[in-house]
Structures are given as structure tokens and as C-alpha cells.
């Protein structure tokens, strides 16, 4: 069987192809935030979260600036959570709503344990370690959104937050994806 001849013309061209089509790891800045955001349930959620973290929505952003701009802000709106549920708790006028808020308490817990072992192991670079964490993290915190989302309007801003903290949680790990040796530097 004869092996196909390429002519040097060929060759240059196929090079070229290789070098000049834009890959996931060579995205950055405006670029790789759409892409991110795209690969996420709530671009709209994903990119004005994003822009507004000078470091994120800057040119030159690169995906560990996404996934640290996002994990920040996970661990920032899990600290509001934290700060609400005993608020709630006082105001609980029934036992299922006093249980209710107890499990969202511990699950809160849990989740931002999780989310500072996660913020270590992205500063160390471990970053399967850290994914499982933030997964660890989106699971405690959708614990609690199951038991409270439309359960009453006394609830609905915890499970805003919580809502919010699962976009986090996905953005963050969506942007691992696009994680290049830049980033680990």
C-alpha cells in the first residue's frame, strides 16, 4: 500500500491550521470568560459576576484568575449564610422550620470547611483535590436549598444565597477546565 505523498506546500499549510486555530488553553482575557461562561448554566449570572472582579474581567485574565475571582466570592457569600441562619433560627415560629434551618446550619458549615480546604489546595495547586471539594461544597449547600426553596418567603434570601453559591461552586470548577502551565505559575 502506497503511504500519501504531502508536498512541502502542504505541510506549511497544515502547520499553519495547528498554529493559528485558537485552542481552550490559549484563551484569555474577554475570550476565555465567554468561553467559561458559556459552559455554565447562567452565562448572565457567570459573566456580570465575573466583569465586576478587576482581576477576572480583565485582558488579561487567564482561568485561575475566573475560578480564584469565583471561589473568593463562594466563600464570602457562604460566610452571609452562616451569618443568617441563626437570625433565622430566632425567628423560626415552627419546629420543621427550627430543623429545617438546623440542617441548612450544619450543611453551611460543611461547605465553607470545604470551600477553605478548596482555596488552600488552589494556592498549592492541587487542583483534583480542589474540585472535589467545591463539589464537596455545592453538595451541603444544595442540602439546604432542597429543604428551604419554596418553603416561605422567610427563606427566600438564604436560598438565594444558596442558589448563588451553586453558580459559584460551577463557575469555579468550570473554569479549571480551561487552566493552562500559566496558571499553576
Keep these: 500500500m502506497a503511504m500519501p505523498r504531502y508536498r512541502p ?12 486555530t485558537p485552542s481552550i488553553g490559549l484563551l484569555n482575557g474577554t475570550e476565555l470568560l465567554k468561553a467559561a461562561c458559556n459552559q455554565t448554566s447562567d452565562y448572565a449570572f457567570c459573566y456580570a459576576t465575573l466583569t465586576a472582579d478587576p482581576n477576572a474581567g480583565g485582558p488579561q485574565a487567564l482561568a ?4 480564584n475571582a469565583a471561589l473568593r466570592l463562594a466563600q464570602t457569600k457562604a460566610t452571609h449564610a452562616q451569618s443568617l441562619i441563626p437570625l433565622l433560627l430566632q425567628n423560626a415560629t415552627t ?16 461547605a465553607i470547611s470545604q470551600l477553605s480546604s478548596a482555596n488552600n489546595d488552589f494556592n498549592s495547586d492541587s487542583l ?4 472535589e471539594e467545591i463539589n ?12 428551604i426553596q419554596d418553603k416561605g ?11 448563588d453559591l451553586i453558580k459559584l461552586y460551577e463557575i ?14
Excluded at 483534583?128 to 474540585?131: E, H, I, L
Design 9 to 20: 506546500l502542504h505541510l506549511c499549510l497544515l502547520i499553519l491550521v495547528i498554529y493559528t
Design 64 to 67: 485561575g484568575d475566573l475560578a
Design 95 to 110: 419546629s420543621l422550620d427550627h430543623n429545617r434551618l438546623q440542617m441548612c446550619q450544619s450543611s453551611n458549615n460543611k
Design 128 to 131: 483534583d483535590t480542589m474540585v
Design 136 to 147: 464537596t461544597a455545592a453538595r451541603a449547600t444544595n442540602d439546604c436549598l432542597n429543604e
Design 153 to 163: 418567603t422567610h427563606f427566600s434570601l438564604l436560598a438565594t444565597i444558596n442558589a
Design 172 to 185: 469555579c470548577i468550570v473554569s479549571t477546565r480551561y487552566f493552562t502551565v500559566e496558571d499553576l505559575y
